[in-house]
Nanobody, 124 residues
Framework: QVQLAESGGGLVQAGGSLRLSCAAS????????MGWFRQAPGKEREFVAT????????YYADSVKGRFTISRDNAKNTVYLQMNSLKPEDTAVYYC?????????????????WGQGTQVTVSS
């Protein structure tokens, strides 16, 4: 059974940083795409960032480009999201997602596996 477990969320002041982790078990993702999505209250779940391929290709939503960095440690089967210069509008539940294919996907349907989410709250 594939499980994705997020950690690292919390409360931070605007301008601060957090690092989210997503540990996968039950399947090795290596070059397969893994991504982060987020969902704010009353809003749709939206794409944040993804990483895929043996070269570690990355792609970001415009709203986080230059502030967030996605990375992976294949030895630990873990993906990370380093979030810097956080803004109140980044407040959301952040979800880790895993795919069975090694290509770019920015839509929810591109991912078969999901974590339970971790809350990130940015105060102004």
């Amino acid at each position: 059974q594939v499980q994705l477990a997020e950690s690292g969320g919390g409360l931070v002041q605007a301008g601060g940083s957090l690092r989210l982790s997503c540990a996968a078990s039950g399947r090795t993702f290596s070059s397969y795409a893994m991504g982060w999505f987020r969902q704010a209250p009353g809003k749709e779940r939206e794409f944040v960032a993804t990483i895929w391929g043996s070269d570690g290709n990355t792609y970001y939503a415009d709203s986080v480009k230059g502030r967030f960095t996605i990375s992976r440690d294949n030895a630990k089967n873990t993906v990370y999201l380093q979030m810097n210069s956080l803004k109140p509008e980044d407040t959301a539940v952040y979800y880790c997602a895993g795919s069975g294919i090694a290509r770019l996907s920015v839509v929810r349907d591109g991912y078969a596996y999901w974590g339970q989410g971790t809350q990130v709250t940015v105060s102004s």
